[in-house]
T-cell receptor, first 117, second 111 residues
Framework: GAVVSQHPSRVICKSGTSVKIECRSL??????MFWYRQFPKQSLMLMATSNEGSKATYEQGVEKDKFLINHASLTLSTLTVTSAHPEDSSFYICSALEGTGGNTEAFFGQGTRLTVV | DAKTTQPPSMDCAEGRAANLPCNHSTISGNEYVYWYRQIHSQGPQYIIH???NNETNEMASLIITEDRKSSTLILPHATLRDTAVYYC????????????FGQGTRLTINP
């Protein structure tokens, strides 16, 4: 299957700083990518849909000014957690859609574990 | 919101078939049933998907009832590496339809 790579896999940052997480589709172009957040022992929660060349669509309750998403190319989307606080500590996962029309498949990155201290 | 209901946990003996049920009673005619799994601290992995016919691939089989209100994922010969959380998702298979995850089933394969 297709490969989606996230970087970094693990990051620790100080409270008040910003952290950027990258999501790359390595062997296909992805017009659409998704960002999820997962707290311990919970399911994945969709944060936003990232569309190449346009603004991201955020799910209800997700602050767009805190979680900045940029999808500048067909192979790269970035999530920046601004002014991070300890409650932002979580496992962040991206997903990229491969294919078009009636045959699309979602591939996931390996996740980024963010710890804010 | 997720449109599926799954048991929170299941156990299965190694080497046996693991049968994971999923209820999706409000599924629409153009919605597919997808199965993903997540091994601890990793991103979800695609397993299989189907519309109304039963499907099989190298990982698993998917049995969908005739009324499409429920389905079962079958891992024919479970191994310890199949221990994971399994998610059943319904999704329209076109365009940029997002995947909304429910709580999934935590499957534990016991030696």
């Amino acid at each position: 299957g297709a490969v989606v790579s996230q970087h970094p896999s693990r990051v620790i940052c100080k409270s008040g700083t910003s952290v950027k997480i990258e999501c790359r589709s390595l062997d296909f172009q992805a017009t659409t990518m998704f960002w999820y957040r997962q707290f311990p022992k919970q399911s994945l929660m969709l944060m936003a849909t990232s569309n190449e060349g346009s603004k991201a669509t955020y799910e209800q309750g997700v602050e767009k000014d805190k979680f900045l998403i940029n999808h500048a190319s067909l192979t790269l989307s970035t999530l920046t957690v601004t002014s991070a606080h300890p409650e932002d500590s979580s496992f962040y996962i991206c997903s990229a859609l491969e294919g078009t029309g009636g045959n699309t498949e979602a591939f996931f990155g390996q996740g980024t574990r963010l710890t804010v201290v | 919101d997720a449109k599926t209901t799954q048991p929170p946990s299941m156990d299965c003996a190694e080497g046996r078939a693991a049968n994971l049920p999923c209820n999706h009673s409000t599924i629409s005619g153009n919605e597919y049933v997808y199965w993903y799994r997540q091994i601890h601290s990793q991103g979800p992995q695609y397993i299989i998907h189907g519309l109304k016919n039963n499907e099989t691939n190298e990982m698993a089989s998917l049995i969908i009832t005739e009324d499409r209100k429920s389905s079962t994922l079958i891992l024919p010969h479970a191994t310890l590496r199949d221990t994971a959380v399994y998610y059943c998702i319904v999704r329209v298979d076109q365009g940029a339809q997002k995947l909304v995850f429910g709580q999934g089933t935590r499957l534990t394969i016991n030696p």
